[in-house]
């Protein structure tokens, strides 16, 4: 693990007007990388020893942490993040917490893969977040319970030491370890709150798993698709094409800024691995006024080489999903969409089968990653 931008002691009490304005922040490296913990791949925390002033649920909300002043219950002010009663000793003679004391969540990934960096957001914890965490990762199979997860003989590899961290502030830590995990274990010391917990890194997919589908998604984020490039990012991610399920929202897609030249946006992906493309799949959802015109998509196999035009430029519908079956399986192991002259399409599916190649290069990678 090596530390980035990381903060240490407390923000300033909130004084009114923006609680963000005092946000401390950085640009991490990583962040650019898949969120594994994302609920939307089906991330869930799935067990925290204690969450008694605010759900452990909430560390995995994709939104920013909302701060409101007057929001309070019964057992105190709630806060949109995960926060924890305070730790007491022993004793009267020992009224302070011991040095071991701490409170933890476990965290399934939503797509398991190799962690990159990983943020640690106590944003508006102000003066009650916690004094250190640690986070710890493991591999298993299947759908562990969480007594499965704490069974003694599960041995599990630390991402990041016992570490300081600062209130109202994204700490982030970049990861140094070269395998598959499935769960990790957030632990702070002694006490306290965390508002968002943020995975970076890259899906490594089951091999056995797509090899019994046959046919899927070739470029899903969980399947191990991802997003090289894009034109522009300027109202919402070019990931967010390749999330599951259909978009919910304008925003849960990908938008672009209005151009005033004569270019055209684009998003270039890379496959899970080499595949052979049968159908395409183009969706504009609740896209209606802004979404792209047309729209074309070509693939090449290999890092180089000439780009072949698999669907030529295309009239698109507002607010529709686009199917089409290509006339022969398309070879490759990158594909770029192209849309004219902007806007924005919601999702991107790429139906096809892995070539025995490619199957090969997967299996080849599952193994290395440990898994």
């Known amino acids: 693990m090596t530390a980035t931008a990381h903060f240490t002691g407390d923000a300033n009490p909130y004084g009114g007007?923006?609680?963000?304005?005092?946000?401390?922040?950085?640009?991490?490296?990583?962040?650019?990388?898949?969120?594994?913990?994302?609920?939307?791949?089906?991330?869930?925390?799935?067990?925290?020893?204690d969450e008694f002033f605010a759900e452990r649920e909430n560390l995995l909300k994709p939104e920013p942490a909302h701060f409101d002043p007057e929001h309070?219950?019964?057992?105190?002010?709630?806060?949109?993040?995960?926060?924890?009663?305070?730790?007491?000793?022993?004793?009267?003679?020992?009224?302070?917490?011991?040095?071991?004391?701490?409170?933890?969540a476990l965290v399934r990934l939503g797509a398991p893969g190799v962690v990159r960096g990983i943020v640690v957001d106590t944003a508006h914890f102000r003066g009650n977040y916690p004094q250190a965490v640690s986070v710890e990762a493991v591999s298993l199979p299947g759908s562990p319970s969480p007594e499965e997860l704490g069974a003694p003989e599960v041995k599990w590899t630390t991402l990041?030491?016992?570490?300081?961290?600062?209130?109202?502030?994204?700490?982030?830590?970049?990861?140094d370890e070269g395998r598959r995990f499935t769960h990790l274990r957030v632990?702070?010391?002694?006490d306290g709150g965390i508002a968002r917990l943020r995975v970076y890194g890259e899906?490594?997919?089951?091999?056995?798993?797509?090899?019994?589908?046959?046919?899927?998604?070739?470029?899903?984020?969980?399947?191990?698709?991802?997003?090289?490039?894009?034109?522009?990012?300027?109202?919402s991610p070019a990931t967010n094409t390749i999330q599951p399920?259909?978009?919910?929202?304008?925003?849960?897609?990908?938008?672009?800024?209005?151009?005033?030249?004569?270019?055209?946006?684009?998003i270039r992906y890379r496959l899970v691995q080499q595949a052979d493309i049968r159908a395409v799949e183009i969706d504009t959802a609740y896209l209606k006024g802004n979404s792209a015109g047309w729209?074309?998509?070509?693939?090449?196999?290999?890092?180089?080489?000439?780009?072949?035009?698999?669907?030529?430029?295309?009239?698109?519908?507002?607010?529709?999903?686009?199917?089409?079956?290509?006339?022969?399986?398309?070879?490759?192991?990158?594909?770029?969409?192209?849309?004219?002259?902007?806007?924005?399409?919601?999702?991107?599916?790429?139906?096809?089968s892995l070539t025995e190649r490619g199957a090969g290069r997967l299996a080849a990678r599952h193994a290395g990653l440990g898994g």
């Not at 009663?85 to 022993?90: E, K, L, Q, S």
């Not at 632990?187 to 002694?190: A, D, I, L, M, T």
């Not at 196999?301 to 686009?322: C, F, I, M, Y």
């Open 295 to 352: 729209a074309s998509l070509s693939a090449r196999d290999g890092e180089s080489g000439d780009w072949t035009e698999v669907l030529p430029r295309t009239r698109l519908q507002p607010d529709t999903n686009h199917r089409f079956v290509l006339p022969g399986a398309v070879r490759a192991e990158q594909v770029r969409i192209d849309i004219f002259p902007d806007g924005g399409i919601s999702r991107l599916r790429l139906f096809g």
């Open 187 to 190: 632990s702070q010391h002694p």
């Open 72 to 104: 309070f219950g019964h057992k105190g002010k709630i806060m949109d993040g995960w926060e924890t009663r305070r730790r007491r000793g022993v004793s009267a003679a020992q009224p302070h917490p011991v040095d071991e004391d701490h409170d933890w």
């Open 160 to 175: 990041v030491p016992r570490t300081a961290i600062g209130g109202h502030a994204a700490n982030g830590f970049a990861v």
């Open 203 to 235: 899906v490594a997919p089951d091999p056995a798993w797509l090899t019994a589908l046959g046919t899927f998604d070739l470029v899903a984020l969980e399947n191990g698709g991802r997003v090289e490039d894009a034109s522009d990012r300027f109202y």
């Open 17 to 49: 007007g923006d609680p963000y304005a005092d946000y401390r922040t950085a640009d991490f490296p990583f962040t650019h990388l898949v969120d594994l913990a994302d609920r939307r791949l089906g991330a869930g925390v799935i067990a925290a020893n």
């Open 245 to 266: 399920g259909r978009s919910r929202k304008m925003d849960d897609g990908w938008e672009t800024r209005r151009r005033r030249d004569k270019g055209n946006d684009w």
